[in-house]
């Protein structure tokens, strides 16, 4: 049972698993530790990760990169509609609005949405974390941008359902680099002691996250966190301009204008960037056959970079400075900064966190695998699988959050969370309602990156009013949850009713004089906290629903409190006893994210693409070795090949030509076989070609299978030799022994003369008369016939008599010997053992 961690990024993926020594970052199939974030189609094929990302020149139309930014996200979204002009693939919009990637696989063409592709990439993941693991895949938690919304959060673990994942937890990529940080640091203050502020600053190849974290021992807690679209990328996209138009005026190409060579162009300049963010001299740009079959040369220096991507450095300057403000941390306050990232090795970025934050960039961390790390931990001590040392992570709401709903007073509206707010956590809306209702939940409108600031609307059925036709107490819980997703899981009817009973002997009248103040304040919707800041809010949760009185507060204005209101006492004879009953209303949610019918179409069609890729692979996999039986059976039966001299001319020559038809079949009408006809052409090529094997193993090794025969037969006679000469160690073998081996030996060394004179000028083109077999026969039993008898032991020589008298004497002074050890060993133990102590002794003591 193993846990990971997954770092999904938009170039490349990263997969972390915790172990009994620590956490280990996994490497796929080609040895390398990052998974390019591609998705290709190739005829029957469907190629992940490396080998996708290899063919995506060649095979730009069929080949998916850069899906994350549509994760969740509509077609005429103007973010959707600037990220098509970077993208080669064919994408179109869906009937209800969303994004759909058009394919060719399997010979037909397709429509796979970004969730689907993005399943695709993490049953890539998850294959190469089992087959590294050689266990199966339990538990993970996927990192996510902290901007990203409710909608692209929900479609991130909608992704994760399809591919069969069990997401513990989306945890944002600023908090787990923020763990990867703090877990291993043993130098944390106290609790009751100033927290160590740490800046992290992520800059990867399509987004900015710069974030603010609080650390004491043994938890973190977020302060603020500032994002920005500049990345990588963009970097890469101001040098192909700027390149581009150079062409343009030098070489008359227009590199823009094909899709093929300004992927060519994005490549290199990225290769280019690299190296300036390591040397300021000025480094060559060189394409062969660019267009046109022209070959373009060109260079730059670091300091041009720069000057070129001005406007970019601005606006990582401008979310740094926002950061700095929101987080409300002074400069002296500021333990460190450290950078994660790709993006972040670009000498200028290091320059302005040293301008801004007055502190150089730290690199404690593993600028690539950070996030996986984190991501990693956070599973471990999710899981119950895996046992390790909490640490507690309070995470952030990066937007604030409204709600509101219509009544009788008309239309409401509050904000229900503040940006940067505490999460998980809940909040209760408490209103008082005859009828169903419908809240609607959005982002305060021009705080997020979306069009649209919609989260869900949720109609709570079940509400009715009391016995007497009034409006009943409803409470409404609004929940972040520990994905960031923001939901309303339940709702509450606290149904009252009143029955009379007699006076009891010590009444009260609290309930009394508080009940009109308390029917005035449960008139207005109120919003109750339900949760603190800095707990996990799983466990709350729970203690909310089972346990509302611990909840309830009373009234500021003096109104009567949960347990007042339960049971009231009146000064008549007869008491009024109010009991209230919780009831359970029925919530319809319209949000983000698919149907559980969409959900489990989606898996089903991933898993029959999982069946299909391993069928065309044992397919793939039988054509290769027909294909290979092909050249290596013409390469051995032509001249100079071990099989040529044992394959008569006219044999040769007709396998040959079944061979060549072979050939042409495996790359015409053969190509798309299925894997049991390339099985039955091998099996139908291996009988052809066993017959001429077989000669070749039987004389091949008849020469050394002589060899064997003769050694055994010569070490028989010399043994013979031996026994005639009287050797002592053959002094117990018979006459008749003798005999019978020396004829088992002159019985082989006949039949090795009369094999040995068959084979002489035969034709190796025939069968042998002699078999290997037949020889190895006559060498096993000659070997078994001689070794029973030469390796025969000795018996043992006979005991002498011994004389009784003698005998007697012996036993009598042995006794007498032992007697007188016996009472040396008795005395030795006398004067060894302690004496006993008198009285007398111990009071002189």
């Not at 740009?285 to 040369?297: A, R």
């Not at 992570?393 to 505490?422: N, R």
Request: glycine residues 4%; charged residues 25%.
């Amino acid at each position: 049972m193993s846990v990971i961690g997954i770092d999904f990024g938009n170039e490349s993926c990263y997969v972390a698993v915790a172990k009994a020594g620590g956490i280990e970052t996994i490497a796929n199939d080609y040895s390398l530790r990052a998974t390019p974030s591609f998705v290709a189609f190739a005829g029957r094929n469907r190629v992940l990760g490396v080998a996708a990302k290899n063919q995506q020149v060649t095979n730009m139309n069929n080949t998916i990169g850069n899906f994350k930014r549509f994760l969740g996200r509509k077609f005429e979204d103007p973010h959707v509609q600037e990220e098509l002009h970077m993208i080669p693939y064919h994408v179109e919009a869906l009937p209800d609005g969303g994004i759909g990637v058009r394919v060719n696989y399997l010979d037909e063409e397709h429509v796979f949405t970004p969730e689907q592709i993005t399943a695709m990439l993490f049953t890539k993941l998850k294959e190469d974390a089992f087959k590294e693991l050689k266990a199966q895949i339990n538990d993970c938690v996927i990192s996510v941008p902290s901007y990203f919304t409710n909608a692209e959060r929900q479609a991130l673990l909608d992704a994760a359902n399809i591919s069969g994942l069990n997401v513990l937890r989306l945890i944002n990529e600023t908090t787990a680099t923020a763990l990867s940080y703090g877990f291993y640091k043993q130098d944390l203050p106290a609790p009751e002691e100033k927290p160590r502020n740490v800046i992290f600053v992520d800059c990867g190849h399509a987004s900015l996250q710069v974030s603010a974290c609080a650390f004491h021992k043994g938890k973190l807690k977020m302060l603020a966190s500032c994002s920005d679209s500049v990345g990588g990328r963009d970097f890469d996209l101001v040098l192909a301009t700027h390149f581009s138009k150079e062409f343009q005026i030098k070489y008359k190409i227009d590199a823009s204008s094909k899709k093929r060579s300004f992927l060519r162009l994005m490549t290199e300049v990225e290769k280019l960037k690299k190296n300036m963010s390591a040397n300021s001299t000025k480094l060559p740009l060189n394409i062969e056959c660019f267009m046109n079959e022209i070959d373009v040369h060109s260079s730059m220096q670091r300091s041009e970079f720069e000057e070129l991507s001005s406007s970019l450095f601005k606006r990582i300057e401008t979310t740094m400075r926002k950061l700095l403000t929101d987080s409300k941390l002074t400069l002296d306050e500021i333990h460190s900064v450290e950078i994660v990232g790709g993006s972040s090795r670009i000498p200028s970025i290091k320059q302005l966190i040293e301008q801004i934050f007055g502190k150089s960039a730290s690199t404690t961390l593993n600028q690539d695998e950070a996030v996986s790390r984190g991501a990693a931990l956070q599973c471990a001590i999710l899981s119950p699988a895996v046992r390790v040392r909490e640490f507690s992570c309070a995470d952030v709401q990066a937007y604030p959050v409204l709600i509101s709903w219509t009544d009788s007073d008309g239309p409401h509206e509050m904000k229900a969370f503040e940006q940067y707010h505490a999460a998980p956590f809940s909040r209760l809306l408490n209103v008082h309602r005859k009828d169903s209702m419908t809240v609607n939940v959005h982002y305060e409108a021009g705080s997020v990156p979306y069009p649209d600031p919609f989260i869900g609307t949720f109609q709570v059925n079940g509400i009715r009013p009391d016995a007497n036709g009034e409006a009943q107490e409803v409470k409404v819980k609004l929940r972040i949850d520990h994905n960031g997703i923001i939901l309303i899981p339940n709702a509450t009817m606290y149904e009252r009713s009143e029955s009379e009973e007699p006076r009891s002997p010590s009444p009260t009248t609290n309930g009394d004089q508080k009940s009109g103040d308390a029917a005035q304040n449960q008139a207005s919707p109120q919003v109750e906290e339900c949760g603190k800041a800095e707990e996990p809010m799983d466990t709350q949760e729970d203690s909310d629903d089972e346990h509302p009185k611990k909840n309830a507060k009373p009234n500021e204005s003096g109104g009567e409190g949960w347990t007042q209101r339960v049971t009231r006492w009146f000064t008549s004879d007869k008491k009024k006893k109010v009991t209230t009953k919780q009831v359970k209303l029925t919530i319809d949610p319209k949000t983000h994210g698919f149907e559980k019918a969409d959900l489990l179409k989606f898996f089903e069609e991933e898993m029959k693409m999982i069946a299909n890729d391993r069928q065309e692979k044992e397919r793939i996999d039988a054509r290769n070795a027909l294909e290979e039986q092909v050249y290596e059976v013409r390469e051995k039966i032509q001249e100079g090949g071990t099989l040529h001299a044992y394959i008569e001319p006219q044999d040769a020559s007709a396998i040959c030509r079944e061979l060549e038809e072979i050939e042409n079949w495996l790359y015409e009408e053969g190509e798309t076989c299925e894997k049991s006809v390339y099985k039955e052409r091998l099996e139908k090529m291996r009988a052809n070609i066993a017959p001429v094997h077989s000669r070749w193993e039987e004389y091949s090794n008849h020469e050394q299978a002589f060899t064997e025969l003769g050694h055994a037969i010569q070490q028989t006679l010399k043994a013979v030799e031996q026994y005639r000469a009287k050797e002592p160690k053959f002094d117990h073998l018979t006459e008749t022994e003798i005999i019978n081996i020396t004829e088992a030996a002159q019985k082989a060394q006949n039949w090795y003369e009369g094999a040995r004179s068959k084979l002489v000028g035969i034709n190796k083109t025939q069968d042998p008369p002699v078999k290997l077999a037949d020889i190895r026969h006559e060498t096993q039993t000659l070997t078994t016939c001689t070794n029973s008898v030469l390796n025969r032991p000795k018996p043992k020589p006979p005991t002498p008599p011994v004389d009784p008298n003698q005998q007697h004497g012996q036993s009598s002074s042995g006794s007498a010997e032992q007697e007188v050890q016996q009472n040396s060993s008795n005395a030795q133990q006398e004067n060894n053992s302690p004496k006993p102590t008198t009285e007398d002794s111990m009071d002189v003591e």
